[in-house]
């Protein structure tokens, strides 16, 4: 059974790769039943003629495992061939293998998956329905009776998102025992303003360096739930997903204390090797601007915004700016939702820039403007924006996946050289890398007379750059603590022999002898080179190399989660029962395809 490679490139350090080659291969065309679009930008479905624009072979062939595996029955070469050429002439029913009733029931599957990866309710099957029944009257009049075998009743599309989920979590159980190793991701999602929820993913790497990233479970925090309650529910889940507690190697988390108390419970019940804690990779942006946050300035922000959005906004700036709002939340959302909007991203940049309309409104609107006329707090809202925008690029770093681990200690520790430098910037009076600082102290001169720059020169903006530097240097502690596996697993040729731990510097020295090797490594991403070694002969490096790659090198799995809960929001709190809750989280967050036809044939045989 063949899965992703999400190996992406290891950023080797020489020089900086695609992940993987985005070029088609003749082979794809009988395997996958796939040929290469006119334009050259991708590749094009033979079976349902849609475009696979991301041309890596893991994209095609999740594509054909997903929706047509079903071909696999003409596996001999002629029959094969023969099927393709069919293809070619658009002869893809007299090759499919399913009935009418069971296509009927393989498009309410679509339906239903569509739905719950746009977070919209069940009960827009109805008009969806009406949507083809009118596209179908006016185009293709004839096959408007298709429509009456199809289900796309409320209860029908609840029962097949509960389905395809356990579908993926059936995928997920069969890839899991081929994990080498495997680490965990801890996301409380601190910042929602809903119920809280724990949710935990897990990243494994197999014997070919195939790399999988899922949701594992999600446990409800609502009814606070001690950390060994929680350590039965991830323990149950691991069980399984078939992952044995002795291929743990590492966590990823918030921070926040919830998940600070389980740490210790999951080593202990690891054993063996200390397990590796990154205490800041999810959600790092969000929890560095509390920490800079002095004046208050995102709840004060988030009460003005409020407030805007009840009144309504009449200047276009301020309404484009709820626009940007909703787009991130839906057009319902507590403070602390709104609060997480302005820590991330450029949101509060676009409020200091509005600082002038804000003003207006507020007067009209017979609020306090106390705030918008205090030169401090004006500083600590420039000061703000300026270390968001910074905080921002680290993130967004941080959200490219196929990286590896070892590119999050390289980021971490040139952000930790960059808060040093803004320090240093700040005691010397220099604003070049303060741009809203500099601009609001423009005004402020313009506006006071010369002299105001002492403002942003108060030792608290550089006490708080550098307790930021030390929560940063203690987060990722434990990821400092392995940087020589790290630097050994990204460049073996490179790597010191006496630096290496005893049993692995002989096969270090037979790898560095080999100009074979070396001439692979430097024309493979990482995953391939290390996939391709002779089986046997560097076990002690592997075993590193493994660990390392299991360990999460991005948040990316955990951003996709935090952004459904944020524009679903209404929707996720209608939903009966926490089953509902986490099949949709799966959905939304899975990088597999649920496997429509085994649901299918599934349901045609309970029914048989």
């Known amino acids: 059974m063949a899965f992703s490679k999400m190996w992406a490139a ?27 679009r006119d334009d050259g930008e991708g590749a094009e479905c033979l079976v349902c003629r849609r475009p696979i624009v991301a041309t ?19 596996a001999a070469g002629g029959e094969r061939a023969a099927l393709v050429e069919r293809l070619r002439r658009g002869d893809a029913l007299a090759a499919a293998a399913l009935s009418r009733e069971e296509r009927a029931a393989r498009a309410g599957l679509s339906v239903a998956h569509l739905l719950a990866l746009h977070g919209r309710p069940w009960a827009e099957g109805g008009l969806v329905r009406r949507c083809l029944e009118a596209v179908l009257r006016e185009a293709l009049p004839e096959h ?59 990243r494994g790497v197999d014997q070919d360096y195939e790399v999988e990233e899922e949701l594992l479970t999600v446990v409800n925090l609502a009814s606070r739930p001690t950390a060994a309650h929680i350590l039965r529910t991830v323990s149950d889940a691991l069980a399984r997903a078939g992952l044995p507690w ?68 009449r200047p276009l700036a301020l309404k484009l700016l709820l626009e940007e709002a909703a787009a991130h939340h839906g057009t319902e959302a507590s403070l602390p939702c709104l609060g997480s909007w302005l820590r991330a991203g450029k949101a509060l940049k676009r409020v ?15 609020a306090s403007t106390a705030a918008l006329r205090n030169p401090d707090w004006l500083c600590d809202l420039a000061f703000l924006v300026d ?33 040093l430098l803004l320090q240093a910037h700040l005691r010397d009076g220099d604003l070049t890398l303060f741009p809203a600082s500099r601009e609001l102290c423009a005004e402020l001169e313009q506006q006071q007379g010369p002299g105001q720059r002492h403002l942003l020169a108060s ?9 930021l530097h030390a929560a940063l240097e203690s987060r990722f502690e434990d990821l400092r603590s392995v940087k020589r596996d790290l630097d050994m697993f990204a460049d073996p040729f490179a790597f010191p022999v006496e630096n290496a731990p005893a049993a692995i510097q002989e096969e270090l020295v037979r790898m560095k002898s080999s100009s074979t090797l070396l001439s692979e490594y430097r024309e493979e991403n990482l995953g391939s080179f290390y996939a391709g070694l002779p089986p046997g002969c560097y076990t002690e490096l592997q075993a590193v190399t493994f660990r390392a790659a299991a360990l999460f090198d991005s948040s990316s799995i955990s951003d996709k989660a935090f952004s459904y809960f944020m524009k679903n929001q209404a929707r996720l709190a209608q939903l009966g029962t926490d089953e509902q809750l986490h099949a949709l989280l799966r959905l939304a967050t899975s990088n597999l395809e649920p496997r429509l036809d085994e649901l299918v044939r599934a349901r045609s045989r309970s029914l048989a």
């Open 144 to 202: 408007c009776r298709l429509l009456d075998d199809v289900d796309l009743s409320p209860e029908s599309l609840a029962q097949r998102t509960l389905g395809l989920a356990r579908n993926l979590q059936a995928q997920l159980a069969a890839r899991g025992p081929t994990f080498q190793a495997f680490s965990l991701a801890l996301d409380d999602q601190p910042f929602v303003g809903a119920d809280g929820r724990l949710l935990v993913f897990v």
């Open 56 to 74: 890596r072979e893991r994209d095609v062939r999740r594509h054909y495992e997903a929706e047509h595996e079903h071909y696999e029955a003409y």
């Open 10 to 36: 290891g950023p080797k350090r020489r020089r900086a790769e695609p992940e993987e080659q985005h070029v088609f291969r003749p082979e794809w065309t009988q395997r996958y039943l796939v040929v290469e």
């Open 387 to 419: 270390v968001q925008a910074h905080l921002g690029e680290l993130a967004a770093e941080l959200r490219l996946t196929g990286a590896f681990a070892f590119s999050v200690l390289e980021h971490v520790c040139a952000f930790g050289d960059k808060l």
């Open 246 to 313: 002795d291929r743990l190697v590492g966590v990823a988390s918030t921070g926040t204390e919830a998940c600070g108390a389980l740490v210790p419970l999951l080593q202990e019940r690891a054993g063996g090797t200390p397990l590796l804690h990154c205490a800041g990779l999810l959600h790092l942006e969000l929890l560095g601007s509390r920490q800079l946050d002095m004046g208050d300035v995102v709840d004060t922000v988030a009460g003005w915004l409020a407030l805007l959005r009840s009144r309504g906004a």
């Open 459 to 467: 030792p608290r903006y550089g006490q708080a750059l550098s307790h």
């Open 352 to 366: 200091f820039s509005l600082r002038r309309e804000l003003e207006g409104f507020l007067a009209e609107a017979g």
